[in-house]
């Protein structure tokens, strides 16, 4: 299970009350379970033409995250380094919170997604993902003749 | 972080929570943070993605440190979002510092969406190993 990126935020804390409560009265979770509280967190949202991925993963070397999209299944992982002292016997950690390791999270595009559209870009820490939708299913005015 | 195009009844619900929201405007999340002391000083890192540079505000009053923060992340028009864990813009944690420590020194680096700040000890309070006397 990976750490949190929020361990502390108190709207994730109820959030995870009421998915424990849908699990508690047998609501069925996908495969990959409810899939939340994942390093990196996601936000995800769509327009008429694109599917939006935001993953908050800071501190990330770039050329080190590894995007892959088979089959409609997007992958992000990669790997965070380690920023405490490993050999100062005189360093104190007082608060480790932060995540760090490898990574990997995997989701499920729509159908409509087009694998070959997909732009990502990592700013600040948050890498985003912008995947297009295909032109064939993207609404469209039919005029009555 | 949301725009919405044209509102139902669950995004109705969802505005209405943002006017309950603006009544707590100073809700943020608690960055993650890392916070290791050598014998120099002490050093932490904060985890704050999508904070630029002059998103980033850094307050030091008497005893306190106070990180403030927040995302501004480029949303394209009528997003819709459908999966949310990241819910607030916002950042904010406080710390109490203890007086060896030279809050005029503090340097701060912020570098793809992780702070680390670097608060040396003050010079008088550098170690020093007490020699013992042998009676």
Partial sequence: MYRSLFPRDMFAEMDRLQRE???AFDLSPTIRGFGR?????????????????????????????????????????????????????????????????????????????????????????????????????QPRRITVQ | M????????????????????????????????????????????????????????LHVASDTLTIEAESDLAVPEGLESSHTEVGLARFRRVFTLSKELDTGAISAELKQGVLKLRIPKAEHAQPRRIEIQAA
């Fill in chain 1, 21 to 23: 409560m849908q699990q």
């Fill in chain 1, 37 to 137: 509280n994942g390093f990196p967190a996601l936000n995800i949202g769509g327009t008429p033409q694109t599917v939006e991925i935001y993953a908050f993963a800071p501190g990330i070397d770039p050329s080190s995250l590894e995007l892959n999209l088979e089959r409609g299944l997007l992958t992000i992982a990669g790997k965070r380094e380690n920023a405490l002292p490993q050999d100062d016997e005189k360093a104190a950690i007082h608060i480790n919170e932060r995540f760090q390791g490898s990574f990997r999270r995997v989701l499920t595009l729509p159908d409509d997604a087009d694998p070959d559209a997909v732009t990502a870009k990592y700013r600040d820490g948050v890498l985003q993902i912008s995947v297009q939708r295909r032109a064939s299913s």
């Fill in chain 2, 2 to 57: 949301t725009t919405h195009t044209s509102p139902s009844v669950a995004q109705r619900a969802q505005l209405s929570r943002k006017d309950d929201s603006a009544r707590y405007s100073d809700a943020a999340l608690t960055p993650p943070v890392d916070v290791i002391e050598d014998s120099g000083g002490i050093t932490l890192y904060a985890d704050l993605p999508g904070v630029s540079r002059d998103k980033l505000g």
